[in-house]
């Protein structure tokens, strides 16, 4: 089976943009979830989907969002960028309850 | 509140000894699982190895096994026969279910170094 895969994988964007980051999980998985990895603060919990539902978010605010498609693929959205979004973004896909398997990641640089 | 702690940044090993990384975790919840992921260089986080909470028998993978000590809240992850390969950022994770909805919770890491 093919793994988690993430696109795009590096991103430049400028403060107050937005950026839409895109998460294909592995085939027969419907829950995603997503992530945020910086050296500081290490890894923070954005949000969970399954079955086209948010089930869980993180403490994160109102300009992260999410959506996960029919096909169990999912989206993040960032708006009005700042300089400290500056992260990977890691998604992650399940079958069963517990175990995650995370993509490559995309590279966000705000500038 | 649920958490995990790795009370180690960083270590090193030599290539083809045997190196223990270090977890505590809490959590109320009775029914929760144990997990170790391992970052390399090319940041592909994956999974080393899994173990549930309700089983005593400690989980092996290969060159891999841990050491699930319930009552004291540890779970410790031992690398034998250390490999160039094995060189990353280890990351303990708790997953549990609460409210009707599951977290997976991550403690800060232990950058690895195997030394040839």
């Known amino acids: 089976k093919a793994g988690v895969t993430q696109t795009p994988r590096y991103l430049i964007k400028t403060r107050g943009q937005q950026v839409t980051l895109s998460c294909s999980p592995i085939?027969?998985?419907?829950?995603v979830s997503w992530y945020q990895q910086t050296p500081g603060q290490g890894l923070q919990f954005l949000f969970e989907y399954f079955s086209e539902t948010q089930r869980n978010k993180g403490n994160f605010p109102g300009r992260f969002s999410g959506r996960q498609f029919s096909n169990s693929r999912s989206e993040m959205n960032v708006s009005t960028l700042e300089l400290g979004d500056s992260a990977l973004y890691l998604c992650?896909?399940?079958?069963?309850?517990?175990?995650?398997?995370f993509g490559p990641g995309t590279r966000l640089t705000v500038l | 509140a649920q958490t995990v702690t790795q009370s180690q940044p960083e270590m090193s090993v030599q290539e083809a000894e045997t190196v223990t990384l270090s977890c505590t975790y809490d959590?109320?919840?009775?029914?929760?699982?144990l997990f170790w992921y391992k970052q390399p260089p090319s940041r592909q986080m994956i999974l080393v190895i899994r173990q549930e909470a309700y089983k005593q028998q400690n989980a092996t993978e290969n060159r891999f096994s841990v050491n699930f000590q319930k009552a004291a809240k540890s779970f410790s992850l031992k690398i034998s026969d250390s490999q160039l390969g094995d060189t990353a950022m280890y990351f303990c994770a708790l997953w549990f279910a609460q409210g009707g909805s599951e977290k997976l919770v991550f403690g800060k890491g232990t950058k690895l170094t195997v030394n040839p």
């Open positions: 085939s027969g998985h419907r829950s």
């Open positions: 959590t109320s919840e009775s029914n929760y699982y």
């Open positions: 992650a896909s399940s079958a069963r309850e517990d175990t995650q398997y």
